[in-house]
């Protein structure tokens, strides 16, 4: 029997796991920016490397 994890990461490898991981960070990192002041670069490289980790990955927004 698939623990809770397993099923996470399931759906995270999935299309639409994808699609709501992605929507997710960018809405964190729209917030971040907003909060920053000058340090878009840095944010969306957190954003990627994030992403990165989560899912598929990949620059799929």
Do not use: P, Y
């Not at 670069?41 to 927004?61: F, H, L, N």
């Amino acid at each position: 029997m698939a623990g809770l994890g397993d099923k996470a990461k399931d759906f995270l490898d999935s299309d639409k796991g994808e699609q709501a991981s992605d929507g997710a960070l960018d809405k964190g990192a729209a917030f971040a920016e907003g909060k920053a002041g000058g340090h878009a670069d840095q944010v969306q490289k957190g954003r990627d490397a994030a992403d990165d980790r989560i899912g598929s990955g990949g620059d799929e927004r």
